[in-house]
């Protein structure tokens, strides 16, 4: 039987923060999380909410998520669709739960006249490398990404 799919709201956060976290876990960084469940719960309450949310509910409990948000493709003229990030609970794998969220969230780009759908994946992480490529996701080869935080971010924004 299939995962029942939804859309997160303000009451979820709670759920969706213990998925980040056992996200982090996964790819060892399970101190990285900084986020609190009350800062996601004031996000998705938001007049407009940085982020949007898909949970998967098996037997009632939230047990995946798919957290993503709008970019823009400049040369296609047209928004996109950025998956931050996807998990299904480990237990839960192999049940095609994670491909019912990318399913749903294709839809929602196509629905929204996306151009497309982006995300980045653990150069290590070859069992999720395996599953994108068999839904007919394709790596982008030739680029690099590049991240500001902390106080790389803060001397950039103070530089004259």
């Keep these: 039987m299939p995962a029942r799919l939804r859309a997160a709201g303000p009451a979820d956060a709670a759920d969706i923060h213990r998925l980040i976290v056992d996200l982090a876990t996964y790819e060892r960084e399970p101190d990285a999380v900084e986020v609190?469940?009350?800062?996601?719960?004031?996000?998705?309450?938001?007049?407009r909410p940085p982020f949007e949310c898909l949970l998967a509910e098996d037997d009632g409990v939230v047990v995946g998520f798919a957290?993503?948000?709008?970019?823009?493709?400049?040369?296609?003229?047209?928004?996109?669709?950025?998956?931050?990030?996807?998990?299904?609970?480990?237990?839960r794998r192999g049940r095609g739960i994670g491909k019912?969220?990318?399913?749903?969230l294709a839809q929602i780009a196509v629905e929204?006249?996306?151009?497309r759908m982006d995300w980045?994946?653990?150069?290590?992480?070859?069992?999720?490398i395996g599953f994108y490529e068999s839904l007919g996701a394709r790596a982008v080869a030739d680029w690099t990404i590049f991240r500001l935080t902390g106080p790389a971010l803060s001397n950039l924004a103070q530089a004259t």
């Design 36 to 47: 609190t469940v009350a800062e996601l719960r004031d996000q998705l309450a938001s007049e």
């Design 120 to 128: 980045a994946v653990l150069d290590w992480n070859a069992p999720a």
């Design 100 to 104: 019912q969220l990318l399913v749903r």
């Design 112 to 115: 929204r006249g996306c151009a």
């Design 67 to 91: 957290l993503y948000f709008h970019n823009y493709s400049t040369w296609r003229g047209r928004p996109g669709l950025y998956l931050e990030d996807l998990f299904v609970d480990p237990a």
